[in-house]
């Protein structure tokens, strides 16, 4: 049957990039604190790739298994780093630079990497877009606005939380219950709202 697809920040893209392929399956769609922007680019990149690829270069897969990136993962599952040495160094590096290019490639028509005007056409069921606050570099509100204007039949919300939110949760650290993503569900009952409708 039908779902309803939700996702912030990075969820934000892969809710998008996963309706646009499957439209006929998704009933509504809610986003939050969309990446966009070339700074906000650059810093996924950064984020997702850098620090594995220049241990990758300076020391093989075995020095990726030491890195922070890597820490945790291994920590929950110690197969991965098995999985990680079994890696060839090259092949890792090409895969983290393609990687880096789709973020920092982004299309200067498109508010979302991946996405193009066609993709946008394809989204016609319900959604929401949460309005980015003024100071989120990270998920510019400019971002926000020009996905809600690529989808007429979306609604453009004002989040329940203030301006300074990502930069006040971007400062608590990601262990013992908290993070950058503790007070999601006080978007809960607008999303319920809204897909119960």
Known sequence: GKVAMLGGSAGSRISLLTAAANPDIVSHLVIWWI?????SMATLAAHYTAESAVACARGGMEAVARTTTWADQIARNP?????????????YIAKLQQWAAAFTGADPNSPVPGMTKADFARLTMPVYVFRSGKSDIHHPRRTSEWVHEMLPGSKLIEPPWPDQEWNNVS?????????RFERWPLLAPQILEFIGS
Do not use: V, Y
């Open 35 to 39: 990446s966009g922007g070339a700074i």
């Open 79 to 91: 197969r991965n780093r098995d999985i990680l040495l079994r890696q060839d160094p090259d092949a």
């Open 171 to 179: 400062l608590i650290p990601n262990k013992d219950g908290r993070g």
